[in-house]
């Protein structure tokens, strides 16, 4: 706890910190169905589960000692079970994070402030056409996509 605090009050000594840096492990959020009837995402995410919990090489060893991983199977669970785009409200989660007027938006949100993710994977489904943003244009304002190829994509 001492390291976080660290981190909070006093960035610039905890980024040259060698303790931190020794323990730090990046945190990864993986999002997954926020559109109800997308299920690809979450059959990856339960595969995904399962191939981490089974591994016995080193490179998956590596990775779990190096990073957090948080999975959210389903974000949509109402939509899910209803084979819908919305949630049982009515709501496109995908266009609720600012007002937060939904459960699973706030949720979520709430994930991303208390984990501070470095990387987010949010898997939606095949639809018209494949769009793996930011990867594929056209892309959206708020995407760093040069940075995410480059340093994220592999
Ligand atoms: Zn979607």
Known sequence: ERMRELIGNSPAAAATDRRIKSAYKTPVFINNNIHGNEWEGTDAALKLIEELAQAKDAKTAGLLATNRIYLNVTANPDGRI??????????????????GSQPEARA?????????PAVMLDLHGYVNGTLIEPTTPPHGENYEYDLFLKNSYA
Do not use: W
């Open 108 to 116: 979520m949100r709430q994930i991303a402030v208390d984990k501070q």
């Open 82 to 99: 209803a084979g819908t785009r919305a949630n049982a409200n009515g709501f496109d989660l995908n266009r609720d994070f600012i007002t």
